[in-house]
């Protein structure tokens, strides 16, 4: 017996490897959901499933009081999005979950085939439970919710320069509770601290959702914070997207009011059962409020603090709160609009090292920290003179005399200050986080060294799920840099970009990029929330806006039913649904998608085709930032803006009918089926000649014809659609010649008609534009223009719009991992997938993982000769055909290595 075999046959590692509750990363507290889903996945060594059983097992019971266990037996298949199998959860309750793989008849000793075909005998008796996972909900009854909305009383002036509020209370119990939780929300944004040091590492708290809709509301576990006796709380509050200055062109203040307030509920647990309760309020006269040593906090324009203003012990009891300490207002405050979250938050989830630091001629210093993101600095600053200045500004970019790149900004400042009282200190800003990978730093007290900046990066917490690596290290980095963007822009919403006066919700950004996006993170819970939005907002405005949270500005004072952005209502859901198998989801969000696609109906021409209409005012944005379109204008590309807006269409009333299909829906399936099949007649009536040749002459139009399947009923359309694509990518020299709208499917549509050649070849160019020339410029993350760096290394400024971090370009990810990579869903949720990979572009292997709701897929491959080797790994509950020119092999759960001829 080899020692494989012998560990093979004692060990007893779980069965169970991972176990989520509905979409969350790791535990979830203060949620909103009463009925969770449960996930989990099976060790790759597991054997046959069936037949066999599954013991669900919750702890749970009301906060405070000993938890009773419920027992659920379930077959062990059921591990992908199990509906929650006990009665709902209650407000306050917690449920500790654990699941175990039940064990076969006792006396049966099974041999399990494993890997490179060692046998084991394995007893399943000893199968350990899983790793326990808690959720609890929070104030999911209105009426718990019994805290006010609290602010200070002084008056402020209406925008610009207002320095926030810090609030304070202190109470006192007379023994230890055995449970606490702090729930805690803001009108603009809130940080906790407990007897002097901070609640939670979550910033940003609530996040932006459309404020007049919902407001979310966080709770934290404090139990271990408080004390027998007295205890004192503090609140640091910032402006926000709440009444901070939002938006383009200078950005508009107060979108949703001009008072900061906050929403405070502490929740304690006595040993006996009893339940006690602190509440913000104006009217027991135990908070106060006082100016913040922040003295301005604007999201996009940096925070600046005046150490000078910071008091010893405001979070801590026995405070002396004499000296300007105030009493609070009440705000007017919905609780009805109050909701417990259902996706995780903003945290820290690394630091960048600094790469170099170059002491200027002016004395101050420049800072490089390798990678452009969503980050900001946390210093350790030297003790210097009291009122000491030190300011640190950000930009993404140098400019070609080493001068950071300041215009692209527009108003965003991104200026961090800080001002000394004399002490050494560590700070980091609080309400502000910035995009960029430079910055100046001046006024630093003696030298400047690299550990004295911390440089945090964040987003919001998201469980990374897909990984790819190639032979080819520019491709890798062009990976890399979609995996950055993608992280720079989920922050509390998905943003279009993260440092420039902008950062909204643009739902086709979104909408092109959610694929990819789903390849890459478990994207479920945090665009759910977002969809949840964009609902709302759908409902208030009539139509989807082209960002969310809407925010009425400029020529944006009303928003206007355009494709594509709109499409997002079903292009996101979708993107979703093939990645969970989550019907649940789906059936939620069918109702947004299907108010798209009937709203459209309605605005088409008789031929189905959807014309522009004057009440739509500026009319579609088209293939978006094409290469071609003018500095001054990015709606102006070279393909039909109708044309493009009439194929998004075609494909989103397909998906709405296929989406109808899984909901058992039959009516609606028909009803867009039939719409699909007269828009895709008109379609092609007014926009291919009969040689086939289309009026948008463009790689846009080629691309999206085919990759919608608008073609799909006619063989010669298709090969004449992709031939002609073809020879458009190879007369223009292997540059790209699509936007926003093309993108996604302009590899896809050449790789499904036979023209893998010239895909690679397109994907692999350097030359401007294409995706490797961003990388050969040095980018570490995606750019929103083809060129937002020109080859002679200016940036460029033209038409006022240029950031280095838009995820939108980044769509080619999905190509990327269905191509390279080669896995692609077969059905949705990933019970059967493909493993295709396609050789090309001169890469000879790559390596592929994704973390699916049946457990981990891994697939490598590499060129040997003429043939082609694929190593994959099959997860339980999972079945994969890997195909590769003509061969084709089933492949069953388990580790798997197959040789297949490249050709023939
Ligand atoms: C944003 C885009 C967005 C576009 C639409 C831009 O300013 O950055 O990504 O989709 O506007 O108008």
Redesign the pocket.
């Given at each position: 017996m080899s020692a494989s075999t012998i560990s093979a046959a004692t060990h007893s590692a779980p069965h169970i490897t991972g176990l989520t509750i509905e979409h969350f990363t790791g535990d979830a507290i203060g949620v909103g959901v009463a009925e969770p889903h449960l996930t989990w996945t099976y060790a790759p060594d597991v054997g046959s499933l069936d037949g066999r059983t599954v013991t669900v097992r919750a702890l749970r019971g009301p906060l405070g009081i000993a938890p009773a266990e419920e027992i659920a037996h379930v077959p062990a298949t059921s591990n992908a999005m199990l509906a929650w199998p006990f009665r709902p959860l209650g407000p306050l309750e917690q449920a500790r979950i654990s699941v175990r793989l039940d064990p076969q008849d006792a006396n049966e000793s099974r041999p399990t085939t494993l890997g490179q075909g060692i046998v084991a005998a394995r007893a399943c008796m000893d199968d350990p439970w899983s790793e326990e996972r808690v959720i609890e909900q929070g104030l999911t009854d209105v009426g718990l919710r019994v805290a006010d909305m609290i602010g200070p009383a002084w008056p402020e002036p209406w925008s610009d320069y207002r320095q926030p509020a810090r609030i304070r209370t202190e109470c006192a119990f007379a023994e230890r509770p055995v449970a606490a939780r702090l729930y805690c929300s803001a009108y603009g944004l809130v940080e906790a601290e407990i007897n002097g040091r901070r609640v939670g590492e979550d910033i940003l708290t609530p996040g932006w959702t459309s404020y007049q809709h919902r407001l979310q509301c966080r709770a934290w576990d404090v139990t271990d914070m408080l004390r027998e006796g007295s205890n004192a709380m503090g609140f640091w509050l910032g402006d926000g997207w709440y009444r901070g200055r939002l938006g383009?062109q200078g950005g508009k203040p107060n979108v949703y009011g001009d008072r900061l307030g906050l929403f405070a509920q502490l929740v304690v647990f006595y040993a006996d059962g009893r339940m006690d309760m602190v509440v913000s309020n104006s009217y027991d006269l135990k908070w106060k409020a006082k100016r913040s040593p922040i003295v301005i906090s604007g999201l996009y324009e940096g925070e600046c603090y005046d150490a000078r203003l910071d008091e010893d012990g405001w979070s801590e009891p026995g405070f002396d709160d004499s000296d300007g300490w105030e009493r609070v207002t009440e705000l007017d405050f919905d609780p009805l609009t109050m909701q417990a979250p259902a996706f995780d938050p903003v945290r820290c989830s690394g630091e960048n090292p600094v790469r170099s630091i170059t002491k200027l001629g002016d004395g101050s210093y420049m800072v490089d920290v390798g990678q452009n993101c969503s980050q900001r600095f946390a210093l350790d600053i030297p003790a210097t003179q009291i009122g000491h200045e030190i300011s640190i500004q950000h930009a993404e970019v140098l400019n070609p005399d080493g001068t950071l790149a300041l215009e692209p900004l527009r108003r965003a400042e991104q200026r961090d200050v800080y001002i000394s009282d004399g002490h050494a200190a560590h700070w980091e800003p609080r309400f502000t986080i910035h995009g960029f990978r430079y910055a100046r730093v001046d006024g630093w007290p003696g030298e400047l060294t690299a550990d004295m900046l911390h440089c945090r990066v964040y987003g919001s917490v998201m469980r990374r799920t897909g990984w790819l690596e190639t032979s080819d290290e520019m491709v890798n980095r062009l990976h890399d840099n979609i995996v950055w963007s993608m992280r720079s822009n989920f922050v509390s919403i998905p943003t279009?970009?993260p440092q420039r006066d902008?950062r909204l919700g643009?739902t086709?950004?979104i909408a092109v990029f959610a694929p990819t996006a789903a390849f890459l993170f478990d994207t479920a819970a945090f665009l759910s929330n977002w969809l949840e939005d964009v609902e709302y907002e759908t409902r208030e405005f009539g139509t989807v806006p082209?960002y969310v949270p809407f925010i009425p500005l400029m020529a944006n004072r009303t928003p206007e039913c355009l494709a594509i952005?709109g499409d997002s209502a079903v292009l996101v859901p979708w993107a979703l649904y093939q990645e969970s198998g989550d019907t649940a989801l789906l059936a939620r969000q069918y109702p947004l998608a299907r108010a798209w696609v009937e709203q459209v109906i309605g605005k088409l021409s008789d031929d189905g085709v959807w014309d522009y209409d004057p009440a739509d005012g500026r009319g579609q944005?088209g293939d978006?930032l094409d290469p071609t379109a003018p500095a001054e204008d990015p709606t102006r590309a070279m393909t039909d803006r109708d044309l493009v807006a009439t194929a998004y269409l075609i494909n989103s009333l397909r998906l709405v009918a296929r989406m109808a299909d899984d909901l058992g829906k039959a009516e609606d399936s028909a009803r867009y089926t039939t719409y699909a099949e007269r828009s895709t007649k008109g379609y092609i009536a007014r926009y291919v000649t009969p040689d086939g040749v289309m009026t948008s002459d463009t790689q846009c139009a080629y691309a999206l014809s085919i990759a919608f399947g608008i073609f799909d009923g006619d063989n010669r359309l298709k090969a004449i659609a992709g031939d002609r694509l073809a020879e458009l990518v190879r007369e223009g020299g292997y540059h790209v010649g699509t936007g926003?709208a093309g993108t996604p499917h302009v590899l896809p549509a050449l790789s499904e008609t036979g023209h893998s050649d010239v895909a690679f070849k397109l994907f692999m160019s350097r030359e401007n534009p294409s995706w490797l020339y961003q990388v050969a410029m040095g980018a570490t993350t995606t750019w929103?223009r083809w060129d937002s760096m020109l080859p002679d290394g200016s940036v460029n400024t033209v038409g006022n719009?240029t950031?280095f971090n838009?995820y939108?370009l980044g769509s080619v990810g999905a190509w990327m991992h269905r191509t390279i990579g080669g896995l692609n869903p077969v059905e949705p949720g990933w019970r059967r997938f493909e493993i295709a990979p396609v050789p090309g572009g001169g890469i000879d292997r790559a390596h592929i993982t994704h973390d699916t709701p049946h457990g981990r897929i891994d697939v490598a491959w590499r060129l040997d000769g003429e043939s082609i080797i694929v190593d994959a790994t099959v997860p339980e509950g999972t079945l994969a055909t890997v195909r590769v020119g003509d061969g084709e092999e089933l492949l069953d759960p388990g580790n798997h290595s197959v040789r297949l001829p490249l050709h023939g």
């Open positions: 383009f279009d970009c902008e643009w086709g950004d082209l952005w944005l978006w926003f929103e719009m950031s838009h939108s």
